[in-house]
């Protein structure tokens, strides 16, 4: 993602780009309001994903992700 992206749910503040450790996937997420995009999404579009119930669903937890620049 070349430039910054407000989150458009809470506005408050840039989504980043994270990865999973062990498996590669990659999304990104709103540290304000914890609203997850996958890859595949458009980020300038509303999601109804959020980052615990990503994790959940791939029973990891935040240790196994990494921010990416």
Do not use: N
Not at 40 to 64: A, C, H, N, V
């Amino acid at each position: 993602m070349s430039s910054r992206i407000v989150c458009s749910h809470c506005g408050q503040d840039w989504i980043e780009k994270y990865r999973v450790k062990e498996s590669g996937e990659v999304f990104w997420a709103c540290p304000d309001c914890e609203s997850l995009w996958l890859e595949s999404q458009k980020k300038e579009e509303e999601t109804d994903l959020y980052i615990s119930e990503f994790l959940e669903s791939r029973g990891i937890t935040w240790p196994s992700v990494e921010k990416v620049d």
